[in-house]
Nanobody, 117 residues
Framework: QVQLVESGGGLVQPGGSLRLSCAAS????????MGWYRQGPGKQRELVAG???????NYGDSVKDRFIISRDNAKKMVYLQMNSLKPEDTAVYYC???????????WGQGIQVTVSS
């Protein structure tokens, strides 16, 4: 059974930082594209950042130059370093694992991030 478990969320003041972690129990983790998505109140789920099996990264326009995604294939972990947080970053953040060639796509249960003074 595949599981993605997020951790590291919580309440932070504007301008602060948080680091999200996602632990994946999936075989051949290194072959997956990993991503972080978020869904704010009354909003659709959106891509925050993604990292391919080869280490290429992409970011949503609203988080470029503030967030950094990384992965540790040996530990089957993916991270999202979030800096200069803004109130509009408040959302439930979801970890995603995708292996397109095998039509595999998995989601974590989500973790709340609240940016407020």
């Amino acid at each position: 059974q595949v599981q993605l478990v997020e951790s590291g969320g919580g309440l932070v003041q504007p301008g602060g930082s948080l680091r999200l972690s996602c632990a994946a129990s999936v075989t051949s983790f290194s072959m997956y594209t990993m991503g972080w998505y978020r869904q704010g109140p009354g909003k659709q789920r959106e891509l925050v950042a993604g990292i391919t099996s080869g280490g290429n990264t992409n970011y949503g326009d609203s988080v470029k130059d503030r967030f950094i995604i990384s992965r540790d294939n040996a530990k089957k972990m993916v991270y999202l370093q979030m800096n200069s947080l803004k109130p509009e970053d408040t959302a439930v953040y979801y970890c995603n694992a995708e292996r397109t060639t095998w039509a595999l796509n998995y989601w974590g249960q989500g973790i709340q991030v609240t940016v407020s003074s």
